[in-house]
Nanobody, 117 residues
Framework: QVQVTESGGGSVQAGGSLTLSCVASGRLFNMYSMAWFRQTPEKEREFVASIHSNGETIYYRDSVKGRFAISRDNAKNTVYLQMNNLKEEDTAVYFC??????????WGQGTQVTVSS
């Protein structure tokens, strides 16, 4: 199992950028697929982006394609979410999930992203 901690959230104007970081402390980070989700009070938690343990298979939700980029650094046990051209509708609490195919998922506590016009 790993402990997941997100950071990098904050307030930004529309069109701005933020980079979220997620550290998964523990062993075997390179065997975990990592993903970002987000949630607002009005919506259920929704998928944003994921990166397979191989670092090559990547998925995005349609609304962030071309604006967000997920990456991982296995040497640092860290996954990143680079968010560019942010929109008000990107405002949410962003959660990181570390998913091991046998051990199951571990979630972080979330980091708030607020985009204002």
């Amino acid at each position: 199992q790993v402990q997941v901690t997100e950071s990098g959230g904050g307030s930004v104007q529309a069109g701005g950028s933020l980079t979220l970081s997620c550290v998964a402390s523990g062993r075997l980070f390179n065997m975990y697929s990592m993903a970002w989700f987000r949630q607002t009070p009005e919506k259920e938690r929704e998928f944003v982006a994921s990166i397979h343990s191989n670092g090559e298979t990547i998925y995005y939700r349609d609304s962030v394609k071309g604006r967000f980029a997920i990456s991982r650094d296995n040497a640092k046990n860290t996954v990143y979410l680079q968010m560019n051209n942010l929109k008000e509708e990107d405002t949410a609490v962003y959660f990181c999930k570390a998913d091991h195919r046998i051990l199951g998922p571990n979630w972080g506590q979330g980091t708030q992203v607020t985009v204002s016009s």
